[in-house]
């Protein structure tokens, strides 16, 4: 069974810095497109960062653009959200997905997806 693991989570005071790793099993996922989502407790699940299966390309929402970086090592078949200068507002449950063959934006277009890791952000 193919199964994305999410890690990397937790507390941390605003403006600190988190990353996020997402480890893929049962499978390589180093010919998909990458996509990291979050979802905050009574809000939709919203897109915030994907990157192609080559690496290249990041794609960032609004809201996270500057503070986040997405980047992959397919050697290690992993992807990771470096994120810095946290919010309150970025407090959410974060989920990895992939995708094949190209960077998508909505959660609709993803194949699989990690049961996700909390972020609290406290002010």
């Known amino acids: 069974q193919v199964q994305l693991v999410e890690s990397g989570g937790g507390l941390v005071q605003a403006g600190g810095s988190l990353r996020l790793s997402c480890a893929p099993s049962?499978?390589?996922?180093?010919?998909?497109?990458m996509g990291w989502f979050r979802q905050a407790p009574g809000k939709e699940r919203e897109f915030v960062s994907a990157?192609?299966?080559?690496?290249?390309?990041?794609y960032y929402a609004d809201s996270v653009k500057g503070r986040f970086t997405i980047s992959r090592d397919n050697a290690k078949n992993t992807v990771y959200l470096q994120m810095n200068s946290l919010k309150p507002e970025d407090t959410a449950v974060y989920y990895c997905?992939?995708?094949?063959?190209?960077?998508?934006?909505?959660?609709?277009?993803?194949?699989?997806w990690g049961q996700g890791t909390q972020v609290t952000v406290s002010s």
């Open positions: 997905a992939a995708v094949r063959p190209v960077i998508a934006w909505k959660i609709y277009e993803y194949d699989y």
């Open positions: 049962g499978r390589t996922f180093s010919s998909y497109a």
């Open positions: 990157v192609s299966w080559s690496g290249g390309v990041p």
